[in-house]
Structures are given as C-alpha cells and as structure tokens.
C-alpha cells in the first residue's frame, strides 16, 4: 500500500499559554505528556532529544546551552558557545550537535547527567508528573468509543498513531524503531503493557476489525496507517460526524410494491426474512439504474420499518468497508428492527459475499 499522504508538521505554530499546554493544539498537548513520560526512560539520542526540545521554550534552550557550553565546556572549546547559541531555533542542528559534542568528550559531563538536567528544565516548565494534556480528546474518546465499542487501551493506541500523522519530529522518532521496539516504544508512552498494545494492534483487535488502522506493511515504517476518515475527524477537518458520514436514515418517498416488476412469491420472501427478529443478509444484484435502491426502499417501508443507507464512496478500500460496517451496526437502534442496506459489497468482507 503507498504511503498515506500527512498533512504538514504544525511544530513552529505555537501559542505558549500558563504551564506550557497550548491551547487550541491538543496534539502538542498530548506529545508533551508523552516526552515527559520518556524523559529519563529513553535512550538520549539525537531524534530523542530534537524531540523534547522542541517543547521547550528559547529560554530553557538557551540556559541549556549555557549550562553545556559555559559551566562545562571542555578546554579549548569555549567558542562552540556562540555556535550554539545562533542554533536555539534549530533543534534539529542543535540536538545534532549537542550529543556530537558529548561523545567527542568537547562537554565534560555524561548523557547520564544531562537527562538530569534536562528532566530540571523541563519539570520547571512541564511540572513533573500526572495527566498532562488533561481533558485533550476527551469528546472524541467517548464518541470513538462509543461508535466502534473500543476500550481506553484502544483509544489511547489510536491517538498516539494519530499524533503520528500531525508532528514531524515524532515520526521521525517513531520511525527510527524496528516493529518490536516501536512496540515497546508505544507502551512506554501510553504506559499500557506491552501485552496489551500488541493485542490492541494485532489483526484481530478491535481497531483493525473495525477499519480504524491498516497494517498492510509491517515491515517498514509507518507499520500501522490510520484511517483517513479517523484523521479527518480528529483534525476538525470535516463538520459531518462520522455516524452521518457513513448510515444515514432514509426519509423519501417509496414507490408502491407493485410497481416493480418482481413476483409476489419473491417479495414474501423477502418480508418474512425482513420481519424475522434474526438478522439476515438479502444480496441483490443488478446494473446500476435498474431500481435495486427504491425496491429496497418498497420493501423495507412495507414492513413497517426503517431503511438506513450505508455508504463509503465509489474507491472505498476494505478497511473504509470495514469502518463503515462498524458504524452501521453501532447506529441503527435493534430495538426498532430497522434494516441496514450496503450500496456496495467486497468478498473480502467476513461475513458477506458478492
């Protein structure tokens, strides 16, 4: 499968507000709960530390820079300071070089202690500790839960392969694992079990069942894909909620039975499966324009029941197919019997055949 295409890095867009939870930018928000929880766990490498600097504001870069290259600059290299200092606003060259001058022993201390004191810096903006992206995706936690019948493991999986797409320095830190370790990687943020992050991303976990993620290369990064229309929602990029984008409830007018020119037997058929308390799939097939969609409708209304019309687009992949599915079961209310129709059906469907 080609590589989705992501919407640019927002990480320059920044509006520093009270303890350093940006408002209006709930991915920043989530990413500086995930960094804290790492800070003093992971391996201080270059991606790592581009990756929390870039939460840090110009003044705790700079009083890291001279804690670096003032108080602890070896002999002979006291002019790498001003060099430094021209790189605040460049993480990627400043973490590039912060950690070539430690293993060139051109800073006089070990990474050991400048985890300490970055973990300083950032307790000092940060706090040190709790939930701090707060109430950050608590409406759409609840929804998606709610929608495709997740757990908060899941939930929490998901979000973190959504502020995959949105924040250029955590891709890249992402990407820098093998499958294994990027699992372990995710357990470490999320602070789930490592059992229990591969079974929400196994095939058959909830988020893949349902069309949420795709994991058709896991061999190379991105080894899980998001779905499009999850990254949308998210995003706020479309007013149309998911239950309405994809079940809607039929409102028109129907034809009368008899106008269509099916045998009597056939449509009695068709009423007592429609009638039956037991689900059951009814596949009708035919060219488009010959009346399968407006028979359907007759048939539904002469039950005395509710047609609700699922739908994903003409290029819907299996995984939308499957997203779509889920939302439909979760909409249509049981209890009034209504009917689900698909305008469209995939072999590759458990459950249905074409």
Known sequence: MARRRRRPSREDAVIKIGNGIESGFPVRAKLIEYAGRLLGRHNLTQKFLKFVLS???????RRLVEYLYVENCARGHSGLYEERIEELSEMDELAYDIIKDLDSHKIKIKKAKL???????????????????GG??????SHLKDLFQLKEDETEVLFILYCYTQYESFEN???????????????????ISLTRVTRALGKKGRLIQAGLIEDDNVRRPPYYSLSNEIVEYLSGMT???LAEKYCREDTGTTYAIGSFNIPEPKINIMRSL??????????LYGEAGTGKTEFVRAVVAGCRKQAFFVQYGEDGDVSERRLALHVATATVPPDRGCWSWMRRIHSSIPGICS
Do not use: Q
Request: hydrophobic share 40%.
């Open 136 to 141: 950050v995706f608590a409406g759409e936690s």
């Open 173 to 191: 830190l992402c990407d820098s694992y093998k499958l294994p370790e990027y699992l372990k990687f995710i357990s470490a943020v999320t602070g």
């Open 239 to 241: 007013d149309t909620p």
């Open 115 to 133: 985890e300490k004191v970055l973990g300083r810096l950032w307790n000092d903006e940060h706090g040190n500790g709790g939930n701090l992206a």
């Open 55 to 61: 939460f840090l504001s110009m003044e705790a870069r």
């Open 274 to 283: 429609l009638s039956s308390t037991m689900p059951c799939y009814i596949l």
